[in-house]
T-cell receptor, first 116, second 110 residues
Framework: AQTVTQSQPEMSVQEAETVTLSCTYD???????LFWYKQPPSRQMILVIR??????QNATENRFSVNFQKAAKSFSLKISDSQLGDTAMYFC?????????????FGTGTRLKVLA | EADIYQTPRYLVIGTGKKITLECSQT?????MYWYQQDPGMELHLIHY???????EKGDLSSESTVSRIRTEHFPLTLESARPSHTSQYLC?????????FGNGTRLTVT
């Protein structure tokens, strides 16, 4: 079975500091996508960053970057220069395609609080 | 601006009532999804659709039903609401790989 595990239910970081959120997954598939989504309190869930499994280069979006270790099935998110607006639930997600069916699996989330 | 819209944002309703949660997207996406999420918890897929007149049940058993008569519209209906249905319901759509989410409907059944 495919699973996504986020082992840190809650984290906090000082404003302007760097924080890393961990995510591991389990799959026998070779082609898949990985995502980090951000869900601010009472607000819309939005995509932070995505990574195609066939790409070795780690994805980067401004202050957000990932450390993708395919062999270890690890996909951590690094937030640099943390801002108060980064306070949110962060969900790691995995997507694969099988016989025309696209399956998304989400982790249980990490609640990040950025402290002033 | 292309987006995905859910109404109502909040709903408090009594047990036994029939309710429909609306979801519309203006991005022309074929694939649409309904997720159930308890506060601060993971998402559970309850329904999905790959196009008009195509609907499937997700991983989490749900007493709700969905319909997909138009590409842009994917409403979810509960025929008889119960307190166990109290949760947040997120609608999402996708073209290529990333899911785009609506704001969600927070449902409370008293």
């Amino acid at each position: 079975a495919q699973t996504v595990t986020q082992s840190q239910p809650e984290m906090s970081v000082q404003e302007a500091e760097t924080v890393t959120l961990s995510c591991t997954y389990d799959t026998s598939e070779n082609n898949y996508y990985l995502f980090w989504y951000k869900q601010p309190p009472s607000r819309q869930m939005i995509l932070v960053i995505r990574q195609e499994a066939y790409k070795q280069q780690n994805a980067t979006e401004n202050r957000f970057s990932v450390n993708f270790q395919k062999a270890a099935k690890s996909f951590s998110l690094k937030i640099s220069d943390s801002q108060l607006g980064d306070t949110a639930m962060y969900f790691c997600a995995f997507m694969t395609q099988n016989s025309g069916t696209y399956k998304y699996i989400f982790g249980t989330g990490t609640r990040l609080k950025v402290l002033a | 601006e292309a987006d995905i819209y859910q109404t109502p944002r909040y709903l408090v309703i009594g047990t036994g009532k029939k309710i429909t949660l609306e979801c519309s997207q203006t991005m022309g996406h074929d694939k649409m999804y309904w997720y159930q999420q308890d506060p601060g918890m993971e998402l559970h897929l309850i329904h999905y659709s790959y196009g008009v007149n195509s609907t499937e049940k997700g991983d989490l058993s749900s007493e709700s039903t969905v319909s997909r008569i138009r590409t842009e519209h994917f409403p979810l209906t509960l025929e008889s609401a119960r307190p166990s249905h109290t949760s947040q319901y997120l609608c999402a759509s996708r073209g290529n790989s990333p899911l785009h989410f609506g704001n969600g409907t927070r449902l409370t059944v008293t």
